[in-house]
């Protein structure tokens, strides 16, 4: 804030040493103001002590400044009072001596009606103040009184809030009637004189009423800098400023009817079907409209969007212009689905459409993100796919691509992912720029009013987290509605940064079409049955003021009837439902044109020697000059070195190789998560940092090649839930691109459950549109005690859509093909190699699934965890299953045992079979790709063993881990020949001992069962 330093601060006396450190030049002081910045000299001579000064005290000192600022434009423009004080004032006049009793001055004679006969200065700027005061009062708390709510009834009861606490009183601020006639010179925090200076206290409050009082509320003084609340501030409080044209009332009311006649058409077509419709709040058609024509006026040129079910389908019809056909016939419930996939409810469906804006004459994208019933959910969604088109086109500042999400008042209080959204907007990496929020706020959720859902005054409070200025608007005057989002676009345009349009409005039917709100909300309802509709007041306004004819108005009327009539119609002749019409996000040239993937195949992800020596220089070394690192980094580096020197990588340098060699091949990688640059367990150093330079860093893997494609890695937010969506959102805009969230740990995902839940897991299946996100998810029993030890493997394995219990035929592109059926594809790698190799397989998939990592803890730096170049080489591969490959390989029908395992026990268990010297008897095999299931190897390694008993070995409890998952698969896969042993641990509620000693203890009685050739007769 460029608050200046006040007054009476100035004038307080000064100490000696003080008074010496003043001396030196004193900069010039810039204020915004109404014809731009003013710059004043720093006000010299203000020494004198406050006490000395017989009518100042330190809450004067906004006025003083005031006054200051006119008398150094222009002497005349103050009383003759001030201009005799501040002469005196500058010329160095002692303490208590620059002021002088107007008594004994000539009053100028412009200025003697100002005061009229009062001749006492103390009195006088007493009286100022209060106006000042008064002014600002109205600023900050005008909104309370703004008549919003178009019901009059405001259901909410807000007895501790500081509403209405009588700042409209003028006595409060000790004037009384007498001064009501009086001019007020104004201060520049106001707009409300337009080109007068000076305004009598009536005519002031009668603006500063006009301005925060009526169907507009402003909240916008919390915000803590000076420029932007004087921009708000003369928005709103310029006289006249809201005023329309002819042209623009006319296509106000056009839209009005559209969003009207576009329910009641349903409503008459299909009257027992749910549509959550938008009555008592059409206005929110017009206000989206404005938001894009006045962006696509400022240069945007794509425009992505989220809300929430209620006016959804309207929106799609009058906003983003889907055919009313392709929406009426979703309501046809004998139409075949013609996508694989459960598809989705009418309400929930995403949409993308490229046209021309009417107003602007420019082209323009808009998309609506498919989403779940979660409210909110889709919020950091948007703002991820935001960001990344905006990527993608190098629209650094956000001035093409733009975010607008929509919200219900209930949602917006209640869910938490707001915040954890809001919190995004302004980190460099995440940030799109400013998103326009409305919310559609019908003073109720389901059937709870807000007295009993939020403890705030309004449900848009969480927006002043950001700083954020909020626009409450009575969305029964459209004019007013379309006001407020002119002013908020233009606010995105011009500073980057969210703003919120709070749409006070009512619901006309319940919850939704089939629900009774009399149950619960009576009186509420009792007034909205009395409400008059919103389009027949705004008709009939314009009507009385003859900006339009009653003819004209049920003109437009009919032509829209007549345009969802014949659309109708036209859906009649629909036979099929094509979920693919209603993709948010297409892919052009991805797939082939009929949506298909290009193949079946997935080439080699292996490298050359030369290229994987090539990146591993890269990751050991500093790629600039003069660069100081820290000496531990230096060891690193340097191990690194050795490590490629002797051909192998370790799990650093294995991400380092996948990552290195799809950004020479032109893959955007984005790797974001909490301390993601270093590496939770310090073993990435992604971003290193000058030792001796504040914020100066390096990013190697942006060295790799001179013609590589960037590569984004970025520290997050302290949010799961809200990171992840975003992720999520960013992977949506192109197949092109690795984009991975990692956890700090595993178990950390579960705050992100709903992103999981309803976007990863299903999004394919529900809205047919693929993603490639990578999930990282450190995981392993450690000791370490019941958190951060489990990523919660079971629970990602219970939601795979393999059969457990059907044998797939085992076709030559089995596993090309097992993927592409999959709804995503669960990994834990044993070692860097594999690692490496899923990474890249991710983006050489001819289509896009999610990709879940269980990632190592401990082995990051187990020696045995490391892999050669060899298994790197071009014509190598991701292994699915790494089969045994020691000495009970050689003699495979001597073996006793074949263990199955999946990751890190394996390090576990080759151990304790080196210890017990049965390396020729027991077998281990590798399950690296848990889903979808490797039914073929499996198969082949259990037939190869052909003598052995089968056991799953993991380190996981029995109820959790992967023993559910698999059992029933490796049976299928044997015919049900033979049992599947379990070895691990017992059952818990929790994942892990907190006890160390206990925990030792466990993983020997699971390796001696595991071992134990006897352990499981008792159970045959
Ligand atoms: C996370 C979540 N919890 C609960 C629900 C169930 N639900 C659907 S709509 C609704 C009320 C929403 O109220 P509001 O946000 O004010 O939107 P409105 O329906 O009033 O437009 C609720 C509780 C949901 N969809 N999502
Ligand atoms: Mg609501």
Request: glycine share 6%; hydrophobic share 35%.
């Amino acid at each position: 804030m460029h608050r200046l330093r006040t007054c009476a601060v100035r004038l307080r006396p000064l100490t000696a040493s003080q008074a010496a450190q003043t001396v030196g030049p004193q900069r010039p002081i810039t204020v915004a103001s109404p014809g731009g910045a003013r710059t004043f000299p720093p006000i010299r001579g203000y020494t004198a002590p406050v006490a000395s000064e017989p009518f100042l005290n330190g809450t004067s000192s906004n006025y003083v400044e005031e006054m200051y600022f006119a008398w150094m434009e222009d002497p005349k423009s103050v009383h003759k009072s001030w201009d005799v004080f501040f002469r005196n004032a500058n010329a160095g006049a002692p303490p208590g001596a620059a002021y002088q009793s107007p008594l004994g001055l000539s009053a100028a004679p412009q200025l003697s009606s100002l005061v009229g006969a009062q001749p006492n200065v103390e009195k006088l700027v007493e009286d100022h103040l209060a106006v000042q005061s008064l002014i600002r009062a109205y600023q900050v708390m005008g909104h309370h009184n703004a008549q919003l709510d178009p019901l009059g009834i405001s259901c909410v009861n807000f007895d501790d809030a500081p509403v209405n606490s009588g700042f409209q009183d003028v006595g409060f601020y000790g004037l009384d009637e007498s001064d009501l006639d009086k001019v007020f010179r104004l201060p520049t925090t106001t707009f409300i004189g337009g080109s007068e200076s000076a305004l009598p206290l009536k005519e002031i409050i009668r603006r500063l009423e006009m301005a925060y009082c009526q169907h507009i509320g402003v909240e916008f003084m919390f915000i803590n800098d000076l420029e932007q609340c004087q921009w708000i501030r003369q928005k709103f409080e310029t006289p006249g400023v809201m005023q329309f044209t002819l042209e623009e009332k006319r296509t106000l009311l056009a839209r009005m009817v559209r969003s009207t006649r576009f329910e009641e058409f349903l409503q008459k077509k299909w009257s027992a079907e749910k549509r959550f419709g938008l009555e008592g709040c059409e206005s929110l058609i017009p206000a989206l409209k404005t938001i894009i024509d006045k962006s696509s006026e400022n240069g945007v040129e794509n425009v992505i969007m989220g809300m929430p079910h209620r006016g959804r389908l309207n929106v799609l019809a009058n906003v983003i212009r889907k055919e009313l056909e392709q929406i009426f016939c979703q309501f046809d419930s004998k139409l075949e689905a013609a996508d694989e996939g459960s598809g989705d409810v009418k309400y929930h469906l995403g949409m993308y459409h490229r046209r021309i804006n009417r107003v602007t004459d420019r082209n323009i994208t808009l998309s609506l993100m498919a989403n779940p019933s979660h409210l909110e959910a889709v919020d950091p969604v948007v703002q991820g796919k935001t960001k990344a088109e905006q990527f993608y086109c190098g629209d650094n500042d956000g001035n093409r691509v733009m975010s607008i999400l929509l919200h219900g008042d209930a949602a917006f209080a209640g869910q938490g992912i707001v915040y954890e959204t809001f919190h995004l907007s302004d980190l460099p990496s995440y940030t799109t720029h400013g998103t326009v929020h409305v919310v559609a706020n019908n003073q109720i959720g389901f059937t709870t009013d807000p007295r009993m859902a939020r403890s705030s005054p309004y449900p848009t409070d969480v927006a002043r987290v950001v700083n954020a200025p909020i626009f409450h608007v009575n969305a029964d005057d459209p004019e007013a509605v379309i006001y407020v989002c002119k002013v908020a676009a233009e606010w995105r345009a011009t500073f980057h940064k969210d703003v919120v349009v709070d749409l006070v409005c009512y619901r006309r039917m319940g919850h939704n079409e089939m629900d009774e709100p009399m149950f619960t909300q009576p009186l509420m309802y009792k007034q909205i049955k009395k409400q008059k509709p919103v389009l027949q007041k705004y008709a009939e306004k314009l009507i009385a003021e003859g900006a339009v004819s009653r003819q004209e108005y049920e003109e437009e009327i009919a032509k829209y009837d007549k345009i969802c009539e014949e659309a109708y119609n036209r859906s009649k002749d629909e036979k099929i439902l094509h979920i693919k019409h209603w993709l948010d996000s297409p892919w052009p040239g991805f797939f082939t044109l009929d949506g298909q993937p290009k193949s079946m195949s997935c080439p080699s992800t292996g490298l050359t020697e030369e290229n994987l020596n090539h990146i591993g220089t890269v990751a050991s070394s500093v790629p600039v000059e003069d660069f100081t690192i820290h000496g531990g980094l230096s060891r690193i580096l340097k191990s690194r070195a050795e490590m490629v020197q002797k051909r192998t990588v370790d799990w650093a340098l294995g991400e380092y190789m996948a990552f290195g060699s799809l950004l020479q091949e032109g893959i955007h990688i984005r790797l974001s998560g909490q301390d993601v640059e270093r590496g939770t367990f310090s073993h990435r150093h992604h971003v290193l940092h000058d030792q001796n330079v504040d914020k100066r860093t390096c990013i190697p893997m942006n060295h790799v090649s001179p013609d590589q494609a960037p590569y984004t890695v970025c520290n997050s937010s302290l949010s799961e839930y809200g990171v992840l969506g975003f992720e999520l959102g960013f992977a949506m805009a192109s197949p092109n691109a690795l984009i991975l969230w990692e956890a700090q740990f595993g178990d950390f995902h579960n705050t992100a459950q709903c992103i999981i839940d309803q976007f990863i897991c299903p999004g394919q299946a529900k809205w047919v549109r693929q993603n490639g996100i990578v999930l990282l998810l450190p995981h392993g029993m450690e000791g370490m005690g019941p958190e951060h030890s489990s990523a919660r493997p079971e629970r990602f394995l219970q939601m795979c859509n393999d059969d457990p219990d059907v044998m797939p035929p085992l076709t030559e592109d089995f596993a090309v093909r097992q993927l592409y059926d999959c709804n995503w594809i669960v990994v834990n790698c044993s070692n860097p190699g594999n690692y490496f190799h899923v990474l890249r397989r991710q983006i050489l998939l001819p289509y896009r699934k999610p990709l879940i990592v269980f990632t190592p803890k401990s082995l990051l730096r187990h020696p045995e965890a490391r892999s050669s170049f060899d298994e790197m080489l071009p014509g190598t591969h991701f292994q699915r299953l790494i089969p045994e490959g020691g000495a009970a390989a050689e003699r495979p029908e001597e073996v006793k045992r074949l263990i199955f395992c999946t990751g890190k026990v394996y390090y576990e268990l080759t151990k304790e079979r080196r210890s017990r010297g049965m390396e020729d008897v027991v077998a281990i095999a590798r399950i690296e790709q848990l889903s979808p299931f490797p039914f073929d190897q499996v198969k082949a390694e259990s037939e190869r063993f052909s003598n052995a008993d089968l056991v799953w070995c993991q380190e996981e409890h029995k109820n959790q881990g992967y023993y559910d998952y698999v059992k029933p698969r490796i049976r299928t896969t044997i015919e049900r020949a033979k049992p599947v042993w379990y070895a691990g641990r017992g059952p818990a509620a929790a994942p892990a001992t907190g006890n160390k000693k206990a925990h030792l203890m466990e993983l020997q009685r699971f390796l001696d069962n595991a071992f134990g050739l006897d352990a499981f007769k008792d159970q045959q």
